[in-house]
């Protein structure tokens, strides 16, 4: 009888123990860039989301030939705001009224996740009027902050004919530059 010699592989308790130290290091230091990307991803798809509801109203004003209000829905932006048109242009969207029977609502969004601020700037407190040609009531922009922290903010400008877009971070260092190429210095006021 011959005997046969089995020979076991796989990895020993030590070696074992040792890779998932290494591998738990290694994960603890990838998780705050993880957290920074995620926080990053929701601001721009918030910046996102009123870029759209904002080329959305311009567009309707155009082809409805009618002037089309977007304003907020309660104490800030962040809250959430509704695309309506007014018909009859007796609405007061500064105090957030629509007027219902005449004027037309065409979208609302829903509020913005606690921690995150949507703030407009002077000119735009409460709302923005597009014309029927497409222009708005005034130039501004809206910051967009997670924690009310300007680093890694997105910046939403509407120009003087009302295109919105996003604001550039020329410089890479984490705050969007405005359209004079300052940055911004609040998520709250004043930028």
């Not at 074992?16 to 991803?41: C, E, F, K, R, Y």
């Not at 601020?117 to 709302?127: A, E, H, W």
Request: proline fraction near 3%; charge should be neutral.
């Amino acid at each position: 009888m011959t005997m046969r010699s089995h020979r076991l592989f796989g990895f020993s308790l030590i070696e074992l123990i040792i890779t998932m130290t290494i591998g738990v290091i290694l994960l603890g230091s990838a998780m705050p860039s993880l957290t920074s990307g995620i926080v990053s991803n929701r601001l721009t798809s918030n910046a996102n989301d009123l870029v759209v509801a904002l080329n959305f109203a311009r567009s309707e004003a155009i082809k409805r030939g009618q002037h089309v209000v977007i304003r907020k829905t309660g104490e800030n932006w962040e809250n959430g705001w509704q695309v309506f048109v007014d018909i009859d242009r007796t609405s007061d969207a500064r105090k957030n009224l629509l007027d219902a029977g005449t004027d037309v609502e065409l979208r609302t969004s829903s509020a913005l996740p606690d921690r995150y601020t949507l703030r407009g700037n002077n000119n735009f407190v409460s709302f923005i009027r597009y014309q029927p040609d497409g222009t708005s009531n005034r130039f501004g922009s809206f910051a967009i902050c997670e924690g009310g922290n300007i680093r890694g903010a997105k910046l939403v400008i509407v120009n003087s004919v009302g295109r919105a877009r996003m604001a550039p971070d020329a410089d890479h260092d984490g705050v969007p530059e405005k359209e004079d190429g300052s940055e911004i210095g609040s998520c709250t006021s004043g930028f």
